[in-house]
Each structure stands twice: as C-alpha cells, then as structure tokens.
C-alpha cells in the first residue's frame, strides 16, 4: 500500500520540506506542518497559493497525480479583481495564448465566495472602488503560475489563489495547515 497525504496549505507556505539557499529562513516549508518521513510533494502549489497539495511515498503514485499526460482535473477557487463577464470566462474555458503556447480547454464560472473559507493571513489587497469575484476554474495542464497569467490575460488578476481539488481527492474536511492521510 501506498500512503497519500492530503494537506491544506497555507498562504506562505514553501511545497518543500527545505528552504535551501536561504539559511536561517523566515520562509515556511512542509516540514514545519508534515511529520511524516520519506514523503514528497505530487506537484507543486506556489507561496503565495493555498489548499489542496497532495504527498506521497510512491513514486509511481506521485507521478501519476502530476504529471500532465495522465489529465487529472485540479479544480481552483480563484478571487480576481473585478467582474469577470461571459466573455471573459469563455476564454478561460476555450483556452488562452500564453508565451508558453496555448492553454488546453478549461471549465471556467462564476461562484459566490464560499461559506467554509477561512480568513488569509495577509488579507488580500482591497480597493473600494473595484469589485472583487470568486471564479471556479478547473485545467487539465499546470503550468507555471497558469491560473494567474490566465486571469490576468484577460484582465482580472488573481487576489487568491485557493486549489479545492486534485482528481477525485478534495480538501474537503481539512482545515488550514492540516492534514490527512490514506492508504492508497
């Protein structure tokens, strides 16, 4: 059997168990939260992203959860400034031209900010006289930073950045800086 850990990451949080480089660190890393040993990340989810990440001591598990061939769905709540209009999210779903290609279709909508979700520590930035929106947006690709560079292609940058769901795995039940294991 194989163990699958299910963490939800916090706001600032490194996807490594080490801030090499930087001795002496402030920065937060796994294993600051992880105490499970001869465990890796399957994918990665930037500092400044939070929710779901998934880890695991199978690498063969490990690398089907992220590597793109095998297409596993990873759903994001996604905070942009503004109000995305139909257009917007057709072109989320149909796919964007970024400097690295086009993305592959998506399942882009609009949601209402959920009701489970905890306050981020730093708050995001708040301007008064724009609006803020929570889409859903679910890729079947990662690229790096991609939720944000599609947002943000088509005018509503992300303010937060919250993954919900990898596969059939969810962060469901998990609060901030916890975790939950399985055995696969």
């Excluded at 769905?73 to 400097?99: C, F, H, M, R, S």
């Excluded at 995001?124 to 990662?142: C, K, N, S, Y």
Aim: aromatic letters at 6%; hydrophobic letters at 35%; charged letters at 25%.
């Amino acid at each position: 059997m194989s163990l699958l850990i299910l963490f939800n990451k916090p706001f600032g949080v490194l996807s490594q168990f080490t801030d090499k480089g930087t001795e002496g660190s402030p920065r937060a890393t796994l294993s600051d939260f992880i105490s499970e040993k001869d465990v890796y990340p399957a994918g990665r989810l930037d500092r400044d992203s939070e929710g779901l990440l998934l880890l695991t001591d199978d690498g063969k598990l490990q690398a089907k959860l992220s590597n793109p061939k095998f297409k596993e769905p990873k759903t994001y709540l996604v905070q942009v400034e503004g109000t995305p209009d139909d257009a917007a999210l057709t072109a989320l779903a149909q796919g964007i031209v970024l400097k690295d290609g086009l993305t592959k279709p998506a399942e882009a909508r609009r949601v209402a900010e959920p009701l489970w979700l905890w306050p981020r520590t730093p708050p995001i930035r708040v301007r008064q006289a724009i609006p803020d929106t929570w889409i859903e947006l679910t890729l079947r690709e990662g690229r790096n930073r991609q939720v944000r560079r599609m947002t943000a292609h088509v005018g509503h940058p992300t303010l937060r950045l919250i993954r919900v769901r990898i596969g059939s795995y969810t962060l469901e039940g998990i609060p901030q800086g916890e975790w939950t294991k399985r055995n696969v």
